[in-house]
C-alpha cells in the first residue's frame, strides 16, 4: 500500500476527532537562571497504520484541505488545559503554541482563540502565539488583529527568523513579545552571525521583546547565545520535545533541585 498525499488528506480531516493528533512540549530554558520557563508545544500525529507523523509532512497537507483549523484549535484547547492543570505552581510556566499562516488570514481566528482562552479561565499571559517569519505579513490587517490579542495579554513569537524576508525594520513594526532566532543562525558559528545576533538582540530589548533561541545542540552554541545576549534557548542541548507527561516528570526534578 502507498501512503500518498491524497491517502494522508482524506486520514487527516478526521485526525482530531479520533484522538490521533498529540502535543509533545519541548522545555524553554531561562538563561539567567538556567530553568524551564515555559515550553512550545508541537503536534504529532499517531495514525494508526504508520506511527508517528511528523508535523512538517502533514501540516502542509492540513494547510491544503482545510484540516489545520481543526488542529490548531486542538493545540490551543491542549495548551490552554495544559495551563489550566498547572496554574496553581508558585511559578507558573508559559506555553507556546504554533499558529499557521493559514489560520492568521482567517478574520475569526483571533476571536475564537480569545474564546478558548476565556473559557478556559486560565491568565491570557501564560499563551504565546509563534507566527513564522517567512509568511509574508499582510501587514496593515494581520497587525491589528495581532494588537487585539496582544491587549488581551496574549503573546505574539516571530519564529524561524533568519530564514525568511522580513527586515529587521519590518519586524520591529510588527506587534510582537518575542523574536525568535532560527537554527540556522544559532548553528553557524561564523563571527558575522554573532555580530548580527548581538545587534538582532539589542534591537528588540529596545523595543521592550525578548529573544529567544532555537536549535541549541552544543555547549558552544549555548555560549554564543548567551554571550549575544538572549533571555531564552531552547534545543536538543536541553530536551526535546517530549509526551505530557515526560514534561511533568521534569518540571517535578526541576521543583525538588530547587
Ligand atoms: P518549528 O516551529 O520551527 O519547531 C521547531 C522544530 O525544531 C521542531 O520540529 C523541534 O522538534 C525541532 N528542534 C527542537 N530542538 C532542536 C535542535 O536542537 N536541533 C534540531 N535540529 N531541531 C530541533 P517538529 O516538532 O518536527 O516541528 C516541525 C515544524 O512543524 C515546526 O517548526 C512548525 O513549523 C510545524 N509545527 C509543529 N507543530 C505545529 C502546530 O501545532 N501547528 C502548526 N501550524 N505548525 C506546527
Ligand atoms: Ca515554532
Ligand atoms: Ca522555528
Not at 510556566?93 to 493559514?102: G, H, K, Q, Y
Not at 486560565?122 to 517567512?134: A, C, K, R, W
Not at 545576549?229 to 526541576?254: I, N, T
Request: with cysteine; aromatic share 6%; net charge negative.
Amino acid at each position: 500500500m502507498t501512503w500518498d498525499a491524497d491517502r494522508l488528506a482524506a486520514d487527516l480531516l478526521g485526525a482530531v476527532d479520533r484522538g490521533e493528533i498529540v502535543a509533545h512540549y519541548q522545555p524553554q530554558i531561562e538563561l539567567s537562571s538556567g530553568d524551564i520557563v515555559a515550553a512550545e508545544a508541537l503536534c504529532r500525529w499517531n495514525h494508526p497504520e504508520l506511527g508517528m507523523v511528523p508535523p512538517d509532512t502533514f501540516i502542509p497537507i492540513a494547510e491544503n484541505n482545510g484540516a489545520i483549523d481543526g488542529i490548531g484549535a486542538f493545540m490551543a484547547e491542549t495548551a490552554c488545559d495544559w495551563l489550566g492543570t498547572h496554574t496553581m505552581r508558585e511559578q507558573p510556566i508559559e506555553i507556546s503554541v504554533n499558529v499557521s499562516a493559514i489560520q492568521l488570514a482567517e478574520p475569526d481566528f483571533y476571536e475564537k482563540l480569545a474564546t478558548t482562552i476565556d473559557a478556559s479561565g486560565v491568565d491570557p499571559n501564560l499563551l504565546t502565539i509563534e507566527i513564522t517569519e517567512s509568511l509574508r505579513f499582510d501587514t496593515e490587517a494581520v497587525s491589528k488583529r495581532l494588537s487585539y490579542l496582544l491587549s488581551i495579554g496574549v503573546g505574539v513569537s516571530i519564529d524561524d527568523f533568519g530564514t525568511g524576508y522580513a527586515s529587521v525594520d519590518q519586524l520591529l513594526d510588527l506587534p510582537a513579545t518575542e523574536l525568535k532566532i532560527d537554527q540556522s543562525l544559532v548553528q553557524d558559528t561564523s563571527p558575522a552571525s554573532s555580530v548580527l545576533m548581538t545587534a538582532v538582540v539589542s534591537l528588540v530589548h529596545r523595543r521592550g521583546a525578548r529573544v529567544i533561541a532555537e536549535g541549541v545542540e552544543t555547549d558552544e552554541q549555548l555560549a554564543r547565545v548567551r554571550e549575544a545576549g538572549f533571555d531564552r534557548a531552547q534545543g536538543y542541548l536541553f530536551a526535546a520535545p517530549m509526551p505530557a507527561g515526560e514534561f511533568e516528570q521534569l518540571l517535578a526534578s526541576q521543583r525538588e533541585s530547587a
